[in-house]
């Protein structure tokens, strides 16, 4: 079984600008988290769909949105970004069928801004 | 979520086994205990995850007390790709979606 696909892996990108980091899950997963990882502040939640719907959010910036399609594919946007967006960022993807479900993450999305 | 502690660092030699600890004090009733690690750079890696009983997989053990207030992670013969951040998580198994990551045991397996 394929794991999780993140794409692209490396992005650079100027203050300002916009950006989409895409997550494809593990097939049958039904839901997908996403994550920023940075020195500072670690690992933190962003926001969670399942179903096309956002079920649980962080505590981030209007400015970082998400959504999920139909098949489960998930995208992450952070629109005009600031330098303290540099980052890894990270999907998850799960059943979130069951009591302690199991996340499994994708290889991150590493964004620089300059 | 509980909250836990593990300490920032620990060192294991190759071979040998690896226990890794975790206080989580405050846990309640229905909450599991997960255990992740990150090796540099990479996505977090799930390991292990128990309730109550202690659990066994192809890649670690898990021992939990009776009392659920701390728990050991066990790689048995540790490996120079052991090398990780090791983070123990409590969560609600039911009804919590997320994750919440704290500093982690940075284990370094020296040869």
């Known amino acids: 079984k394929a794991g999780v696909t993140q794409t692209p892996r490396y992005l650079i990108k100027t203050r300002g600008q916009q950006v989409t980091l895409s997550c494809s899950p593990i097939s049958g997963h039904r839901s997908v988290s996403w994550y920023q990882q940075t020195p500072g502040q670690g690992l933190q939640f962003l926001f969670e769909?399942?179903?096309?719907?956002?079920?649980n959010k962080g505590n981030f910036p209007g400015r970082f949105s998400g959504r999920q399609f139909s098949n489960s594919r998930s995208e992450m946007n952070v629109s005009t970004l600031e330098l303290g967006d540099s980052a890894l960022y990270l999907c998850?993807?799960?059943?979130?069928?069951?009591?302690?479900?199991?996340?499994?993450f994708g290889a991150g999305t590493r964004l620089s801004v300059l | 979520d509980a909250k836990t502690t593990q300490p920032p660092s620990m060192d294991c030699a190759e071979g040998r086994a690896a226990n890794l600890p975790c206080n989580h004090s405050t846990i309640s009733g229905n909450e599991y205990v997960y255990w992740y690690r990150q090796i540099h750079s990479q996505g977090p890696q799930y390991i292990i995850h128990g309730l109550k009983n202690n659990e066994t997989n192809e890649m670690a053990s898990l021992i939990i007390t009776e009392d659920r207030k701390s728990s050991t992670l066990i790689l048995p013969h540790a490996t120079l790709r052991d090398t990780a951040v090791y983070y123990c998580?409590?969560?609600?198994?039911?009804?919590?979606?997320?994750?919440?990551f704290g500093k982690g045991t940075k284990l370094s397996v020296i040869p």
């Open positions: 998580i409590v969560r609600v198994g039911a009804g919590s979606y997320q994750l919440t």
């Open positions: 998850a993807s799960s059943l979130a069928a069951i009591p302690g479900d199991i996340q499994y």
């Open positions: 769909y399942f179903s096309e719907t956002q079920r």
